[in-house]
């Protein structure tokens, strides 16, 4: 099971970090994805990290400015999101699967999103 967190209002220049907690021992297994959906739009892939944490990988338009990063040993992964631009406003959702991917359809597991807004 995951669980998103650490979404909120912030000002446009801001930062924020979510974290995405597992439940159970195989957390270390998973690859963990982050995708966003803002209203009206597709879910979009936002950052990826392999098991180990290794292996990162993020949408075109996003780098620079994301980070995602995980510490095995408390079951939790993170994206630090810095310079927030109104265009970031959206639900965050974090996934867990078994390769390193930028399509939704290769996650087995789901949290629940975060909401992030962006204020100008």
């Known amino acids: 099971q995951l669980q998103a967190s650490g979404g909120g209002l912030v000002q446009a220049g801001g930062s924020l970090r979510l974290s995405c907690a597992a439940s159970g021992r195989t957390f270390s297994t998973y690859v963990i994805g982050w995708f966003r959906q803002a209203p009206g739009k597709e879910r979009e892939f936002v950052a990826v990290i392999s098991r180990t944490g290794g292996i990162t990988n993020y949408a075109d338009s996003l780098k620079g400015r994301f980070t995602v990063s995980r510490d095995n040993a408390k079951n939790t992964a993170y994206l630090q999101m810095n310079s927030l631009k109104p265009e970031d406003t959206a639900v965050y959702y974090c996934?867990?699967?078994?390769?390193?991917?930028?399509?939704?359809?290769?996650?087995?597991?789901w949290g629940q999103g975060t909401q992030v807004t962006v204020s100008s």
């Open positions: 996934a867990a699967g078994k390769v390193v991917g930028r399509v939704p359809g290769t996650y087995h597991y």
